[in-house]
């Protein structure tokens, strides 16, 4: 991580939901988010990981990240999201990996690879965020 990634990350946090759900950030830079969240407290009744589980950590990482971008004075919103999932986590942790498709000046979409402790691929996210002036 930068120093000022970093600190950025710690000023802002990455919200209620985020913490609630155990998401920590491993990596931040403009070009690679990572973040792992554990699956026990995150599963549906069947004890399989939850597909809104996988969109928080999702768009947890694809917002901070469209956030850095957009720099100081200026906020990204999310305006879209999609999942598909494809396999399911069932125990240990799942990892995001975020990196950018567009950078612009008033829009960013971010793809997110989120895989299991065995590097299977669980689900792909893709947000799109909507850049603003303060």
Do not use: W
């Amino acid at each position: 991580m930068t120093v000022d990634a970093l600190a950025f990350v710690n000023e802002r946090g990455l919200g209620k939901l985020a913490e609630k759900m155990g998401i920590e950030m491993l990596e931040f830079t403009i070009e690679r988010a990572v973040a792992r969240m554990p699956v026990e407290g995150n599963t549906q009744p069947a004890d399989l990981l939850h597909g809104g589980a996988y969109v928080v950590l999702g768009e947890s990482l694809g917002s901070m990240s469209a956030n850095l971008h957009a720099g100081p004075n200026r906020l990204a919103v999310g305006i879209e999201i999609n999942a598909t999932h494809t396999r399911s986590a069932t125990s240990g942790y799942v990892t995001g990996v975020c990196t950018p498709i567009h950078l612009g000046r008033t829009l960013t979409t971010h793809e997110i690879a989120i895989s299991d402790e065995q590097g299977r691929r669980c689900s792909t996210i893709r947000i799109t965020n909507l850049i603003k002036d303060l």
